[in-house]
């Protein structure tokens, strides 16, 4: 008999209603997921793009521990002698404002992440314009994010109080970027100028020991002699300013919203399975099992939310295109797709609990029973 399913046509006002709010959930969840991944992008992806595994800190920084973290010489050496670590380099990050004194933008103030590796390091990116690092010459190679502000390899910029001058010899073709800040590479001398003023206490020192340990490695000796601690790349993302508060904030709201969708679609069914009680007790005085009558229910919610899902979808990733270059926004595959099957999954488990009253009706009401 298809009840549910005919319902779908004979009540077309009502499902339509019922499906544009679903539809406008799955915008806003496509548009919190792009936002979601664009912020992270923005705080961690200069993190993200280091050929790591592993970076270590000074122990007794337990918290923003690229800002608070510095490690010696040695730490670095003792940890390129321990058992299964592959590579070892030490690795500098600092946050610098500058001003561009030489070049089209001059007078342009800039805010710059400056990472400090040495120039032969794994981890010193190929630049597919001008050259690479060189060892205490006081270049910087610079990222796409950089060059979006206009400036060009060749420019010559000055860091605020310390007056360090900072040539751009190369840039890398990439968008990446720390703490919302565009990413620019140097060499230790270099950064170590940025951050310390070269004090002579300082001319061995580093942020952390950027590590690519083989899987297994036991590196709890190395630690304990060192005073670091080792922490996978995936950890280090919420020393990243802001990125831990964001990263949460975000995660609450989306969670919000899929409580919500559950909520407006349990209670539509709700509404709907009572006002079809009499449908639903003649089909059971006609001997309709109750499980096939369920299934029937199901059917229809389901058939709601995937098509209502489907549509919203869409709208949302043709907004997320326009949005893209103009607010920190990304489109992931895997985010949205996650993003629309909880919004199908939590709506049915909704649907589910409200088309259980169904077991509660009586047959005998399709015969008058309640008069």
Known sequence: MFLALRDLRFARGRFALMGA??????????????????????????????????????????????????????????????????????????LVNAQVTQGAKKDEQLNLAVFGMTPDSSLTPKPSEGEGLEEGGAGIVITREIAALGVQVGDVLTADRSGVQLKVVGLVDETVSYGHIGVVYADLDTWRHLHYGLPEAASR?????????????????????????????????DASPGY?????????????????????????FTVWTVQRKPEIALMKALGAPTGYILRDALAQAVAVLVGATALGTAVGLALGSAMIGKAPFSLSAPAIATSSGLLIGLGTVGAVVAVRRITAVDPLTALGATR
């Open 205 to 237: 020192q580093a942020t952390a020991v950027a590590l690519t340990l083989k899987p297994g490695a036991d590196v709890a000796a190395v630690e304990e002699a060192t005073g670091t601690l080792a922490e996978t790349k995936e950890a280090t993302f």
């Open 21 to 94: 709010v679903v539809a406008l959930i799955a915008v806003l969840g496509v548009l919190l997921s792009g936002l979601a991944s664009g912020l992270a992008d923005a705080g961690i992806s200069g993190l993200r793009a280091l050929p790591v595994t592993h970076m270590a800190f000074d122990e007794k920084a337990t918290s923003e521990q690229f800002s608070r973290s510095t490690v010696e010489e040695e730490d670095w050496q003792a940890w390129s002698k321990a058992p299964g670590v592959e590579r070892v380099e030490p690795f500098g990050n600092t």
């Open 244 to 268: 831990e508060a964001e990263s949460s904030t975000m995660a609450l709201i989306k969670g919000f919203l899929y409580v919500i969708s559950a909520l407006v679609v349990g209670a539509f």
